[in-house]
């Protein structure tokens, strides 16, 4: 797996359009297609991928606290938002893209600084204009949920 550091390392949208989501997906587990920056800077990668499924793994770190010293729900929303809408982008025909249209989280309690989470989404739905998803965070080794959420996706078939 290896990690976009310029817009040269992103896959161009006729190589995006030439694949499904989940091809998209498993490429970049594979290593053939580049994870985004984001994950980096947060400390998170993709682990898993299967039609309909899909798990990240992350630890926060202190520069992921907020004033009061603990994770920033932003930390949380980011990994909800990715599994969640890469657990519907696996349903994304060839020849479409998706971009998230709402989610919404529920912290359940604050994650301890490097502890190491996973955060897995499943498809609710998935159809030709909207995907549907939910999602929660799980300490790898306590196995609390951490955080809960939803989303829905928008899917657009691009005119070639």
């Known amino acids: 797996m290896f990690t976009a550091k310029t817009p040269d390392d992103l896959p161009t949208r006729a190589q995006t359009l030439s694949m499904s989501g989940l091809q998209f997906m498993q490429g970049v587990v594979a290593g053939t297609v580049a994870r985004p920056p984001i994950s980096a800077i947060l400390n998170y990668t993709l682990d898993h ?7 990240f793994r992350g ?3 202190f520069d992921h606290t907020n004033p009061m010293g603990t994770v920033h729900g932003g930390w949380y929303g980011t ?12 349903k994304v025909p060839k020849g479409s893209i998706y971009t998230t249209l709402e989610y919404k989280i529920n912290l359940t309690r604050n994650i301890p600084l490097g502890t190491e989470i996973t ?13 549907v998803a939910s999602g929660e965070i799980r300490g790898v080794i306590d196995g609390k949920l951490y955080a809960t ?12």
């Open 59 to 61: 630890t926060p770190e």
């Open 79 to 90: 990994l909800l938002d990715s599994c969640m809408a890469c657990a519907v982008m696996t």
């Open 49 to 55: 991928v299967e039609d309909g499924k899909v798990i």
């Open 149 to 160: 959420g939803s989303t829905t996706c928008l899917i657009m078939k691009i005119a070639e």
């Open 119 to 131: 955060a897995t989404g499943w498809i609710d739905h998935a159809g030709r204009t909207t995907g």
